[in-house]
């Protein structure tokens, strides 16, 4: 499926964009370390607990990296951060994990979802913003951890799969009210260059039905129906 690149209807509009995108990332890259950070405490064995307190210190390093760029711009990053704070608190609020399995399966879902929306929105944004959504994205090598991780916990206990499927489809509409939500309330929909009276409809269809057989396809490689 060939990707069209979303476009941006003004300078000014790209310029907004591209300011919410970043105080949307850095706060998920924040709330990423912090998360990762718990979960490691209740790792079943010393080689998870590494290897998730590695990932945290990732996603804190590409906080930094985020809240560089935008300070590079002459703003207090406090400021463009602070409005994603209070929604993203209360994605994270309803979405408890109920064991560390369960954490694991909100990464891979959450983190996966976040990135393709992120890449999704940046499409059309300056190639500078792209790049920063490339650098923060989640390593294939620490997907294919979890998934690998995922996958032995399923195999040392079938009866899991069930349950991680289950939770994984309940991330998944959480993550997609959520974009959708963001992207209403910082206009990345108005921002959006669209043709005819149900461009943004159809644009915000596009994108979300990208999100969706992206997650699909994860799902799959876990060997679990999303």
Known sequence: MTKTPLTYGSA???DDAELALMGLIAYQELTAFEHLSSDARLSPTLVDRETLGRFAVKEFGHF???RERIAERG?????VIE???ASLDEMHRRTKPGDWYESLTKVYVIDGVAADFYALIASGLEPEVRTLVHEVKTSQANTEWLRERLQLAITDR???ASRLAL???RLL???LTQAREIGEKYDYWGALQLEGPDGRGQEMTRLFARLVENHSRRMRQLGMTA
Do not use: K
Not at 75 to 79: F, S, T, V
């Open 64 to 66: 930094e990296m985020v």
């Open 173 to 175: 509409g959480e993550a």
């Open 12 to 14: 000014a509009a790209a």
């Open 83 to 85: 409005p994603f704070m």
């Open 158 to 160: 079938p009866e899991r």
């Open 167 to 169: 939770w994984g489809r």
């Open 75 to 79: 703003l207090d990053p406090q400021e």
